[in-house]
């Protein structure tokens, strides 16, 4: 089992910046990729962005290439998304999502932290 708990939303305005948290406990992620994904209004669930726990390897999704940066921080199991140039359109509830590095689906979700682009 795994428990992700995000953090760091807020409301911002167009260009500023926010930086989400996703703490993970449970078990060891030596073998896991874990995710950032957004709900926005009307729009359909989108993977923003992902990493490797273990090789560190990355993937942004177009939308937010150049703005957005996923890191993690091994020592205190935790994964970062730094939003940088935010827009109106990147509002939405921002989820941390789990899986095995063999498995197609994401097996583990936090309950979601709300970011508002406005001004």
């Known amino acids: 089992q795994v428990q992700l708990v995000e953090s760091g939303g807020g409301l911002v305005q167009p260009g500023g910046s926010l930086k989400l948290s996703c703490a993970a406990s449970?078990?060891?992620?030596?073998?896991?990729?874990m995710a950032w994904f957004r709900q926005s209004p009307g729009k359909e669930r989108e993977q923003v962005a992902r990493i490797s726990w273990s090789g560190g390897s990355t993937y942004h999704a177009d939308s937010v290439k150049g703005r957005f940066t996923i890191s993690k921080d091994n020592a205190k199991n935790t994964v970062f998304l730094q939003m940088n140039s935010l827009k109106p359109e990147d509002t939405g509830v921002y989820y941390c999502a789990a899986r095995r590095a063999w498995q197609q689906s994401y097996e583990y979700w936090g309950q979601g932290t709300q970011v508002a682009v406005s001004s």
């Open positions: 449970g078990r060891t992620l030596s073998s896991d990729v």
